[in-house]
């Protein structure tokens, strides 16, 4: 009888028992586990895509020239302001009415607001733009040189209309009342970078040649020299100490 | 005198013993199979085990490898912001540039319509059209600048090109309006 339960626990009761142990296993520990193996393996996948693409962008910022993008960045930052600057659009525009040796007559602007209650400038992805009407006397010849100046001045204006009376003008006229209406444009700057892990911005060969045609515009800003003489303040004491 | 069925055989071993033996005969083909399952499972086990203890140690160095990339990328940020400073102004200016065609060009219009005996005397130019008017001289003037006319919209530039108003003042010249369409 010994020898039948020995056999018993050999041949029946092992078995059994790791055939139950094995079913355990597949259910309580391998079946989660191959889940989990497989979340991992993808989140890996995932971690290494993050990581080719943090490494491409890391170097994409390491082989970036820090003096060439200040320059671009500061020329752009010219020809397109972050913020509403009249005074400076102005002071360009009189300047290349100058250099054609043209007087302004009048000139009316309108500047809007300057700040608004919230003190945040409004994100508009085209460029907000403030308008200026120029009234001034020229020939036609004049005209076209000063619209060709006007048209690549800094920071940025766009002709928006043209007005030309002349009574008896001709290609080689007199001179003639000309009213012209200019666009000047502002943009503010982008607040956040975005994500780390989002790619870099690329400057395309399209980029590169605007940069390259903005070079050629001419920056015609004047710092007006005012005569700061000595200001007199309040009146002479009218009680001086005898 | 042969008897037609075969002898009786007489088992003396009891039925639940010879069951018992029937059992253990049936075990013992099955035992090897199921130790031969226990093993590969327990294999599996381990190389499972195996396979996350080191699917886990590349998780945790991807982790660390991703934060001291953006580390230095963050160290990098002053690039990285006048880059988006250079795209983002050049997106605008360039869609300035497409919406906004160069207004000096159009004297070179006005200069292709400048005809022997032709005066301007006045034009204007809003949202890209341009009213011209003027005075022409003589009958040839007026026939040269038709076909000056017919040249420019032969460029393509311009899609309409109308004379709405031609009347002969008394001296003699010709008054039109010209108004050209992009």
Known sequence: MKKISSNLIINIFLPFFSLVFVFCIFVFFLTPKFGEILKVKKEIQDQQKQIDGLTAKLNDLKSLSIPELTNSTSLLLGTLPENKDFYRVLSGIKGVFSSEGIIILSYQFNPGLVSSDSSKNVDNSSGNSMTIKVSFQTTFDKLKGLISKLEKSLPIVTVDSIKYNGETASISGSLSSVDIVVKSYYSPLPRVLGAVDKPLPKITSAKSDLIEKLKLYTDYFVTENFNQGEVVVGKDNPFPSQ | ?182
């Not at chain 2, 639940?16 to 399952?37: C, L, Q």
């Not at chain 2, 080191?54 to 160095?61: C, I, Q, R, T």
């Open chain 2, 1 to 182: 005198m042969k008897s037609s069925s075969s002898p009786k055989q007489i088992n003396l071993i009891g039925t639940s013993i010879r069951r018992s033996f029937d059992i253990e005969k049936i075990a013992r083909k099955v035992a090897p199979f199921s130790y031969g399952v226990l093993i590969i499972s327990l294999i599996l086990t381990s190389l499972t085990i195996i396979a996350f203890i080191f699917l886990g140690s590349s998780s945790k160095k991807n982790i660390t490898k991703i934060s001291s990339l953006k580390e230095e990328i963050k160290k990098l940020s002053m690039n990285e912001s006048l880059l988006a400073t250079i795209d983002d102004r050049t997106n605008i200016i360039s869609s300035l540039f497409k919406s906004n065609f160069l207004k000096s060009d159009i004297f070179d219009d006005l200069n292709i319509i400048f005809v022997p005996g032709f005066n301007i005397s006045d034009f204007s130019l809003a949202s890209g059209n341009l009213k011209v008017s003027g005075a022409c001289s003589d009958n040839q003037c007026l026939t040269n600048l038709n076909e000056r006319l017919e040249d420019l919209k032969q460029g393509k530039k311009f899609s309409i090109i109308t004379l709405p108003n031609v009347d002969r003042a008394l001296n003699i010249s010709y008054n039109l309006s010209l108004e050209i369409f992009r």
